[in-house]
């Protein structure tokens, strides 16, 4: 992509509809953008690099460095490159001051796959210049679960037919303690909602479950264990 400029001015163009007058230059690595006039339209002036191949279904992470001579806002999108222009995605308002700075955004792709789409930067409405650096598109990556060891705490919110038959005390801070010494970063509790809800219509839920998880947040936070609360069943429905 070029987007270090590296390559000089290479893969970047400019789109200027008149009375538009822009002009570009690499300077020390950073790309500048001069506008002499920008006209009426924020697409009078666009910098942009076409050939991106943008597949479907897929999610991608924008970045890039950016700064103005003044204060200033600034867009960029990800186009189908021919009429009818379809818009793929849109970072509107992007504020620029007087000072580097690093925008990232990301965005799915929900059209179809498109291995010439364009990437643009919309500059009109403004005389002040731009300064571009580090612009890259690329796949964004899974994130990444904080956790890695855990144990279940079966049998503590589930598996009985009325919560007064829940045993409360099965599980205390003494074993959230017990899991973190055993090198555990997250404790799952499994709650069998079914049986923590009231009558129809409201199906409201106990308060006493609200107590209980309190309690268990309070212990995991104070030992910095992740808590993970899965509803095994609800009213209607059985989760495998």
């Known amino acids: 992509m070029n987007g270090d400029f590296s390559n000089n001015k290479t893969g970047w163009d400019f789109s200027v509809k008149a009375p538009a007058q822009v002009t570009g230059s690499v300077v020390t690595g950073e790309y500048i953008v001069t506008i002499t006039n ?4 924020s697409c009078h ?50 504020n620029l001051n007087t000072t580097w700075k690093t925008f990232r955004t990301t965005f799915t792709m929900h059209n179809p796959t498109d291995s010439k789409a364009r990437f643009l930067f919309d500059l009109g409405l403004s005389d002040i210049d731009v300064h571009f650096d580090n612009i890259r598109v690329a796949l964004a990556e899974a994130p990444q679960a904080p956790f890695k060891r855990g144990v279940n705490f079966a049998d503590w919110l589930e598996n009985f037919r009325h919560i007064s038959q829940m045993n409360f005390n099965r599980y205390t801070k003494k074993n959230f303690k017990e899991a973190k010494s055993l090198g555990c970063d997250h404790i ?53």
């Open 38 to 41: 920008g006209s009426t339209e």
């Open 188 to 240: 799952r509790v499994p709650i069998d909602l079914f049986y923590m809800t009231g009558p129809a219509p409201d199906y409201l839920l106990n308060p006493l479950l609200f107590l209980i998880l309190d309690q268990a947040i309070d212990w995991a936070e104070e030992l910095e264990l992740h808590l993970i609360l899965g509803a095994c069943r609800t009213q209607r429905f059985l989760f495998l």
């Open 45 to 94: 002036v666009q910098l942009l690099q076409s050939g991106l191949f943008i597949e479907n279904g897929k999610t991608y992470l924008i970045s890039l460095d950016a700064y103005a001579e003044k204060p200033r806002k600034i867009s960029l999108s990800v186009q189908l490159n021919s009429d009818p222009w379809t818009n793929y995605y849109t970072f509107r308002n992007i």
